[in-house]
């Protein structure tokens, strides 16, 4: 593996994948009355992807190379990583799920609702953090298996988009505005790994990169359980979530199996 020729394609992927919180913004804006239904199979399907690359993959070749009691614990350490961050945000600024606007709100400046929005911008973006750095370094370590984790932190990022614009455009009447922030909360990612490029890069070892992998596991499995899931129920109907999860483990099984 030449870790140097993977690092562009890991940039490229963090930025693609943060940049999608853009996407939800477009949804938000142009689509008055978005098919959240849609929205549901396609988080089961991001869901159904990263859970099985996180046990069919990731985790198998971290426990290979270190053995499973330092695998595993990397991988609870992912897991307890982003859990902590969730800890640490206000429940009330921490928003896993997008409530519809009534179209009878009332849209204009309101400084107060402005704040909170600004803080949901941030908890967003912190949540970023351990994604962009999930990207980055699955890509370091097999750029197939990055591309196929950006796409589903991508479709991830696309409710994030809306729970931060939607809010602000009804604060501030101001739609560029409100595309601006869910923009900049999205650069977290991207940012992220080029920190954990300048950091962690001189460090990293066939050893280091298998920890990784088991802590990217981690962290991916808890994005599923704790947000993807519960909001793809919120947003649609079960049977539907569940035809996404297995059509995205399908998906995810055939093209390792070809590629």
């Known amino acids: 593996m030449n870790v140097m020729q993977n690092v562009g394609m890991a940039l490229i992927l963090s930025l693609l994948a943060g940049l999608s919180t853009g996407i939800g913004s477009a949804i938000a804006y142009f689509i008055k009355r978005p098919k959240l239904t849609y929205l549901s199979f396609l988080l089961g399907l991001s869901a159904g992807v990263m859970i099985y690359i996180s046990f069919m993959e990731l985790l198998p070749k971290a426990l290979n190379a270190v053995g499973q009691i330092r695998g595993l614990a990397a991988f609870f350490a992912g897991i307890g990583f982003i859990g902590l961050i969730d800890m640490l945000v206000p429940k009330a600024e921490n928003p896993h799920h997008y409530q519809v606007l009534d179209s009878d709100v009332a849209v204009g400046i309101d400084a107060s609702l402005m704040r909170t929005c600004l803080m949901v911008a941030l908890a967003i973006g912190l949540h970023n953090i351990p994604e962009g750095l999930t990207v980055f370094f699955s890509t ?24 931060v614009s939607v809010p602000i455009f009804y604060a501030t009447g101001n739609r560029n ?25 001189p460090f990293l070892t066939p050893t280091v990169i298998a920890f990784l992998l088991a802590l990217i596991a981690g962290i991916m499995v808890y994005i599923s359980l704790d947000e993807l899931l519960p909001a793809a129920h919120h947003y649609g109907q079960s049977h539907l979530v569940i035809v996404g999860i297995i059509l995205g483990m399908l998906i995810m099984a055939i093209s390792l199996l070809m590629i």
Do not use: C, Q, W
């Open 140 to 163: 370091i370590a097999d750029v197939r298996l990055g591309l196929f984790i950006a796409a589903a932190i991508a479709i991830h990022n696309i409710p994030e988009g809306i729970v």
């Open 177 to 201: 505005k409100a595309f601006f922030y869910s923009f900049l909360s999205g650069l977290f990612e991207p940012a992220a790994a080029i920190i954990g490029y300048f950091v962690l890069m």
